[in-house]
């Protein structure tokens, strides 16, 4: 197994769902991190949850964890890594993938038990940064 590097993002994130796309550029556009995705009659958005503003749903309290990159497309491997530790462990994460890395995001109630399995199965984890 590759002892991959994470490091926790500072904030608590929002996972939510909107009908459309109204107003959400001039929420998200000066935040640090965000993810957006359109599928046919619905928007995901993720992002600081002080900016989210009226969701049709909403999920609250998540925290970023960032799996530090870049990694080739033909690296096979490594979410299952992060994300096998963390299901053997009971916890549950949303994930976003991005062009060099991927992001994990667990429930704040779950954070110190994801990062002690985690490092418990041999991966580095950054919190400093973590608020």
């Given at each position: 197994?590759?002892?991959?590097?994470?490091?926790?993002?500072?904030?608590?994130?929002?996972?939510?769902?909107?009908?459309?796309?109204?107003?959400?550029?001039?929420?998200?556009?000066?935040?640090?991190?965000?993810?957006?995705?359109?599928?046919?009659?619905?928007?995901?958005?993720?992002?600081?949850?002080?900016?989210v503003?009226?969701?049709?749903?909403c999920?609250?309290?998540?925290?970023?964890?960032?799996?530090e990159?870049?990694?080739?497309?033909s690296?096979?491997?490594?979410?299952?890594?992060?994300?096998?530790?963390?299901?053997?462990?009971?916890?549950?994460?949303f994930?976003?993938?991005?062009?060099?890395?991927?992001?994990?995001?667990?429930?704040?109630?779950?954070l110190?038990?994801?990062?002690?399995?985690?490092?418990?199965?041999?991966?580095?984890?950054?919190?400093a940064?973590?608020?």
């Amino acid at each position: 197994m590759r002892c991959l590097k994470l490091t926790v993002l500072p904030g608590h994130y929002a996972v939510c769902r909107f009908k459309d796309d109204a107003g959400l550029h001039e929420r998200v556009r000066d935040l640090t991190f965000f993810a957006i995705v359109r599928t046919l009659g619905t928007l995901t958005l993720v992002c600081d949850q002080n900016v989210v503003g009226k969701a049709e749903e909403c999920e609250m309290n998540w925290r970023c964890l960032e799996i530090e990159g870049p990694f080739e497309f033909s690296e096979i491997g490594i979410l299952s890594q992060v994300c096998g530790t963390l299901a053997d462990a009971g916890i549950a994460v949303f994930v976003i993938s991005a062009f060099e890395t991927d992001y994990l995001l667990v429930k704040n109630a779950c954070l110190d038990a994801a990062l002690s399995a985690l490092k418990t199965s041999g991966h580095q984890v950054n919190s400093a940064r973590a608020n």
